[in-house]
């Protein structure tokens, strides 16, 4: 029987602290997607003074804040056990929307792999305002809620490996 490691999204074994990066563009939409991460990461248990929350002015410089939050340490560990990125680019009439999805997407990647720390990816991506409104809360659910469970099970399935 081969030996199977996995999370949950209960924060029974995680230490450390969470790190939120949320952009304040479309704040109406990124305030629902803060509000659902907090929430969920208190309803599982987990205390409500180890979660940081950094605003930023836009989805760009979610990856700066990350990158610096991601080199942190305490007594020679990560400061951050996971860093929860949230967002909302919603297209417009050009192509800029594009760019910056694609720098950022990679930059997170990229910066999750550098440090061995989950940076959780909640950037909406929308075609629409209509859509991002029903991922951050409406009839489709809410990203929010959906990373802050992911940063849990991460940390944990880390935890488990070390």
Known sequence: MPN???GTEEPLFVSGRVGIV???FNQVITEN???GAVETFVDKGFPDEKIDVFH???AWELSLIARRLSVLKVDGKPKY???VCLGAVVKGETTHDEHINRQVSLS?????LDSGIPVVFG???CNSMEQAIHRSGGNVGNKGVDCALC???MMQLLEKID
């Not at 997170?108 to 999750?112: E, K, N, P, V």
């Open 4 to 6: 199977i490691f996995e």
């Open 123 to 125: 950037l909406l991506t």
């Open 22 to 24: 949320v952009s304040r």
């Open 151 to 153: 940063a849990l099970e």
């Open 108 to 112: 997170l990647g990229q910066i999750s």
């Open 81 to 83: 056990g996971a860093i």
């Open 33 to 35: 997607l803060l509000t």
């Open 56 to 58: 930023v002015p836009g």
